[in-house]
């Protein structure tokens, strides 16, 4: 069965930092794309990072803010979230599928997804 489990929101400050998780099971995921996406309240959700074989896509809103890897052995992928501000705001979601390796950040043709993780940066 495939499961993705997120973890690692919380409140923070402006300018403070976050590591997100992503656990997979059923899966090795370092076979296929996981990418990172995250939603505010009548948003849509929209691509934060995404990470396939070595490659690796960020939004221009997190480019040399974030940092997403990957640790093989714990079927894990990781979102480092420094410099945060209050517009990084939202729920979290990690998302995989099995078709298709090219990292994008649209939503459309991942099929798998987490429960999602709050994020809320305010002072």
């Given at each position: 069965?495939?499961?993705?489990?997120?973890?690692?929101g919380g409140l923070v400050q402006p300018g403070e930092s976050?590591?997100?998780?992503?656990?997979?099971?059923?899966?090795?995921?370092?076979?296929?794309?996981?990418?990172?996406?995250?939603?505010?309240?009548?948003?849509?959700?929209?691509?934060?990072?995404?990470?396939?074989?070595?490659?690796?896509?960020?939004?221009?809103?997190?480019?040399?803010?974030?940092?997403?890897?990957?640790?093989?052995?714990?079927?894990?992928?990781?979102?480092?979230?420094s410099s945060l501000k209050p517009d990084d705001t939202a729920?979290?979601?990690?998302?995989?599928?099995?078709?298709?390796?090219?990292?994008?950040?649209?939503?459309?043709?991942?099929?798998?997804?987490?429960?999602?993780?709050?994020?809320?940066?305010?002072?």
């Open positions: 069965q495939v499961q993705l489990v997120e973890s690692g976050l590591r997100l998780s992503c656990v997979a099971s059923g899966f090795t995921l370092d076979n296929y794309r996981i990418g990172w996406f995250r939603q505010t309240p009548g948003k849509e959700r929209e691509g934060v990072s995404c990470i396939s074989g070595s490659s690796i896509w960020y939004a221009e809103s997190v480019k040399g803010r974030f940092d997403i890897s990957r640790d093989n052995a714990k079927n894990t992928v990781y979102l480092q979230m729920v979290y979601y990690c998302a995989t599928d099995f078709f298709n390796t090219l990292c994008t950040g649209v939503p459309s043709g991942y099929d798998y997804w987490g429960q999602g993780t709050q994020v809320t940066v305010s002072s």
